[in-house]
């Protein structure tokens, strides 16, 4: 009986060093970026030694990995699935924008930290693609119900992606200081005239 303690004893230590290296490779990786966080640096925001790091994890795709899927466990964005219910596209638009702003606010800084990193580590880009992928379904589901064709559809999922993205959102919000309820407003326009 002994012995199976130790051992369960031990896999539970074993499980929250990794946890505190993962929690510890995001926040670098969301403040300093993934590019520039260096396993001295990881270990000693886990409170662990490099070989520890090593241990738990051999290679940076293994510790990508864990932090991809820890990451978007415990941020997920808005479930764009929910917003099918709204018949009025417009309205649909407006709530879609409130709730992914209200997302960014939470999360943009350290999104943005990462997202520019991605062409300094494609493992971590190729990692991250099938998350980011659902930016496309939102587009879709907000395209819903505005009845364009040709042309006119094609600037109207251009308006939609562009106000959808990360990068409008730092802008209008972050660097123009607009609140959010007037950048939705000011987007909704766009997508409006498109």
């Not at 479930?79 to 649909?92: C, F, G, N, Y």
């Not at 562009?162 to 950048?183: I, K």
């Amino acid at each position: 009986m002994k012995r199976i303690y130790r051992q369960t004893r031990r896999a539970e230590t074993s499980a929250a060093t990794r946890h505190r290296i993962v929690e510890a490779a995001i926040h670098l990786h969301t403040t300093v970026g993934p590019a520039r966080t260096t396993i001295s640096a990881l270990a000693e925001q886990a409170g662990v030694e490099r070989l520890t790091v090593y241990r738990h994890f051999p290679n940076q795709d293994e510790l990508f990995h864990a932090c991809v899927t820890h990451g978007w466990e415990q941020f997920p964005p808005p479930d764009h699935r929910a917003w099918t219910s709204i018949a009025d596209p417009e309205l649909r638009l407006r709530t879609a924008l409130s709730e992914l702003y209200s997302y960014y606010g939470a999360v943009g800084e350290g999104l943005s930290v990462i997202v520019q990193d991605f062409p300094h580590v494609p493992a971590l880009a190729a990692l991250n693609a099938p998350h980011l992928a659902k930016w496309d379904e939102m587009r879709d589901v907000l395209a819903r119900g505005w009845n364009r064709r040709g042309r006119s559809r094609q600037a109207l999922l251009a308006a939609l992606a562009h106000s959808l993205d990360l990068s409008t959102w730092e802008s209008l919000v972050r660097r123009q200081g607009l609140p959010e309820a007037d950048a939705i407003g000011l987007l909704v326009g766009l997508v409006r005239a498109a």
